[in-house]
């Protein structure tokens, strides 16, 4: 069973660009989440989808977004970037949304603003 | 959320049980314990997660204090391999799977030859 798998691995872009990050949750899996993970804030929650709906949201701005499609693949976007957005994207995902549930992360997509 | 308190890092030799401690003071009656794992460079693992009582997989062992106030994660028989920091995370009641985690700085785990 492939694992989740997060494109690109590396990205570079200049800062007021946007960027488009794609997750392909493992084969079921309906609830997908993204975390940013940067050396001074550790891994913080962005967004959680589950059946195209974005479930829950964490504390970032308006420039990120994401969404869901019905075969539960995902894509998030930041727009305007900025240099502080450089950091470690990661996509998990798992089964449903039942609390008792672990969950699968992918690699990470590293993003590099420059 | 419930906070989570770990060291913020711990030496074993390999092939040395290695245990890792959580303390969870203000955990709600209904929030599980969870522990991932993130080798460096790679997204976090899942390996374990209990309720109130202790539990086994082929990872590890999670037990649980009575109070459930704190906990200790047991790697067994630690390998190089094991090196890695090591998220004790209280999961909220609500979402599932990984909405909403809130991951601390975790506990740098060194295996030593």
């Known amino acids: 069973k492939a694992g989740v798998t997060q494109t690109p691995r590396y990205l570079i872009k200049t800062r007021g660009q946007q960027v488009t990050l794609s997750c392909s949750p493992i084969s079921g899996h309906r609830s997908v989440s993204w975390y940013q993970q940067t050396p001074g804030q550790g891994l913080q929650f962005l967004f959680e989808?589950?059946?195209?709906?974005?479930?829950n949201k964490g504390n970032f701005p308006g420039r990120f977004s994401g969404r869901q499609f019905s075969n539960s693949r995902s894509e998030m976007n930041v727009s305007t970037l900025e240099l502080g957005d450089s950091a470690l994207y990661l996509c998990?995902?798992?089964?449903?949304?039942?609390?008792?549930?672990?969950?699968?992360f992918g690699q990470g997509t590293r993003l590099t603003v420059v | 959320d419930a906070k989570t308190t770990q060291p913020t890092s711990m030496d074993c030799a390999e092939g040395r049980a290695a245990n890792l401690p959580c303390n969870h003071s203000t955990i709600s009656g209904n929030e599980y314990v969870y522990w991932y794992r993130q080798i460096h460079s790679q997204g976090p693992q899942y390996i374990i997660h209990g309720l109130k009582n202790n539990e086994t997989n082929e990872m590890a062992s999670l037990i649980i204090t009575e109070d459930r106030k704190s906990s200790t994660l047991i790697l067994p028989h630690a390998t190089l391999r094991d090196t890695a920091v090591y998220y004790c995370i209280v999961r909220p009641p609500s979402g599932g799977g990984a909405d909403g985690l809130t991951f601390g700085k975790g506990t740098h785990l060194i295996i030593q030859p």
């Open positions: 998990a995902s798992s089964p449903h949304r039942e609390v008792n549930t672990e969950a699968f």
């Open positions: 989808y589950f059946s195209e709906t974005q479930r």
